[in-house]
């Protein structure tokens, strides 16, 4: 049987209900209730299936990432979109962050099986957000001001059990 496995930070529980705001207001008033589903956070690995009889060797590769580094703070700072037609995605921008880079280079040397591009972001809204309904809130968020910060000091790796569900961490410790 295949499962979800992802890798990400997650800022604390006060942060992700003040993301909540913003994901209501596009399941309310721009159709969009698939963000509402998962926590925030940004990624480092995106989604991929494995075998769970293989999940060892998951936690394994987890456990080899190189974590010997100060906690480090991201700093959450408005509001960014994908504009793509097909799949919109309107997200909360964290300030260029040369630890956050590190650590996403750190996750790559044990997890590098999938080509992707690095653009860190919290995504309020995706999946089911029309391009008609996209267009209107981001007239909308493109000017609104949010901003936060918060410390990191560990990573996540994730399974997906009907919704995500952390299954270990990694501290970030000199």
Do not use: C
């Not at 008033?29 to 293989?54: G, Q, W």
């Not at 509001?79 to 997200?91: A, Q, Y």
């Not at 901003?147 to 994730?158: G, P, S």
């Amino acid at each position: 049987m295949k499962k979800m496995y992802f890798i990400a930070i997650y800022p604390p529980q006060e942060i992700i209900e003040e993301v909540k705001v913003f994901k209501r207001d596009l399941a309310i008033n721009y159709a969009n209730s698939k963000a509402l589903k998962n926590e925030a956070h940004i990624t480092l690995f995106p989604p991929f299936f494995r075998e769970i009889e293989l999940e060892s060797d998951i936690h394994t590769a987890f456990q080899k990432i190189n974590t010997a580094m100060d906690p480090f703070t991201i700093e959450l700072n408005g509001f960014g979109s994908f504009p793509n037609t097909k799949n919109p995605v309107l997200f909360i921008r964290p300030e260029e962050n040369s630890h956050l880079t590190e650590i996403y280079h750190n996750v790559k040397q044990q997890f590098n099986f999938a080509k992707y591009s690095f653009t860190p972001h919290v995504t309020v809204g995706y999946r089911d957000l029309t391009w008609e309904n996209y267009l209107k809130a981001w007239e909308k968020y493109k000017e609104q001001k949010y901003q936060t910060r918060f410390l990191v000091d560990k990573i996540l790796l994730l399974r997906h059990e009907e919704q995500w569900v952390p299954i270990a961490e990694k501290r970030l410790e000199k």
